[in-house]
């Protein structure tokens, strides 16, 4: 059993910030990728960060220059420091990853969700 688990979420004012993390933890081999995923109401699901195996990153455009992706592999854990947050950053916030179990499988877990609100 893998799990993903998110915190760090909460209600900010409009050029404050926020640091989400997502630990995971269980039978895991190795971590070959690991992302942030932002959900609005009424609107889909949106690749806001990754972290891919090999140090590459990516950013949506809309984030570029005010949020950063960061990994502690000791800790088997990401994190995503917001800066400068906009009422449009407001979703709830989804931790991904592709992980390779002990059992040698390969698949995708997804975190819980943690809510950012930012009020202006």
């Known amino acids: 059993q893998v799990q993903l688990v998110e915190s760090g979420g909460g209600l900010v004012q409009a050029g404050g910030s926020l640091r989400l993390s997502c630990a995971a933890s269980?039978?895991?081999?190795?971590?070959?990728?690991m992302r942030w995923f932002r959900q609005a109401p009424g609107k889909q699901r949106e690749l806001v960060a990754a972290m891919i195996s090999g140090g590459r990153i990516n950013y949506r455009d809309s984030v570029k220059g005010r949020f950063t992706i960061s990994r502690d592999n000791a800790k088997n854990t990401v994190y995503l420091q917001m800066n400068s947050l906009k009422p449009e950053d407001t979703a709830v916030y989804y931790c991904?990853?592709?992980?390779?179990?002990?059992?040698?499988?390969?698949?995708?877990?997804w975190g819980q969700g943690t809510q950012v609100t930012v009020s202006s």
């Open positions: 991904n990853a592709d992980i390779e179990t002990l059992g040698n499988m390969n698949r995708g877990y």
């Open positions: 269980g039978s895991i081999f190795s971590i070959n990728a």
